[in-house]
Structure formats: structure tokens, C-alpha cells
């Protein structure tokens, strides 16, 4: 682990390379976390989707999501497998394939929330819960400023 006293103090002045630098710890313990579970950040993000806005088609998750098609089709795949979401055809349009989370995709998710909010319980321990409030609104804010 990076220590503060090795740093550059002009990184360290740096907002971006600190939400850098933090942003990489926590994606790190959050995907070893993952992949003691056979899974990665991809897994837990279709499945997000799909408990927050409904039944997707694969091509829309592609959107929604950010990621290649092919990289989306892996994922979907392996969910399936799992039982963790159903693949249905479009009786409508047989090009589209529609994703849905299954019952024990929900319940996995809830598994996988309660990791990542461990993760983000280590990650935070140096702020109060007031702090961690503040935090989460900044961060928010600057979420929204670039999307």
C-alpha cells in the first residue's frame, strides 16, 4: 500500500490524483471480494441495472452500462448460467434478447451489497458518519457534473 509520507506532497494537493488513488484501493478490495465469489465489477453492475430500472434488453445494458457488446454478452452469459438472471427472445423482434434479474440474482445482490458496503466501511474508517455523509454528497455532486 501507497503510504501519504512517500507521496509528493504536490500530489497530494491534487483532488484528482487523490479520488485516483482512493478509487483504485476501493475497486481492488471490492473486485477480490468479487472474485472469491467467482465474480467481477461487471457482474455486480448488470445486476444492479436490473434491480434499479427492470427487465433490460442485452443491447440497452450494453447503453446503460458503458461497456462492449461483447464484454456485456460474456457477462449475461455467466449470469445465466449461475441462475442469477433469465435470457428471453423478443416474441415481437427475435433479434432482441431480453434480460431479467431472477430470484436468486436478487438475493445475490443483496450478498454483493453487503460486501461492497464493507469494503466501504474500511475504506471510510478514518471519517465520522457525519463526514461520510458530506462525502457521499460531494461526490454526488461531482457524479452528476460529468455524466
Given amino acids: 500500500m501507497h503510504s ?30 468479487l472474485a ?5 465489477l461487471w457482474d455486480m453492475a448488470v445486476l444492479a441495472a436490473l434491480s434499479d430500472f427492470g427487465p433490460h434488453a442485452q443491447r440497452d445494458l450494453v447503453v446503460r452500462l458503458g461497456v462492449d457488446p461483447s464484454d456485456i454478452a460474456k457477462v449475461v452469459d455467466q449470469l445465466t448460467t449461475g441462475g442469477y438472471v433469465e435470457r428471453a427472445r423478443d416474441p415481437e423482434d427475435r433479434r432482441r434478447v431480453s434480460v431479467t434479474l431472477a430470484p436468486a440474482g436478487r438475493a445475490l445482490l443483496a450478498e454483493l451489497d453487503a460486501e461492497a458496503r464493507s469494503v466501504q466501511d474500511e475504506l471510510l474508517a478514518p471519517l465520522t458518519p457525519e463526514e461520510r455523509t458530506l462525502l457521499q454528497g460531494l461526490l454526488l455532486r461531482v457524479h452528476e457534473g460529468i455524466g
Fill in 36 to 40: 472469491r465469489r467467482g465474480l467481477r
Fill in 4 to 33: 501519504a509520507r512517500s507521496t509528493p506532497p504536490a500530489l497530494l494537493g491534487l483532488s484528482t490524483y487523490l479520488l485516483s488513488r482512493i478509487g483504485k484501493s476501493a475497486r481492488g478490495g471490492l473486485a477480490d471480494r
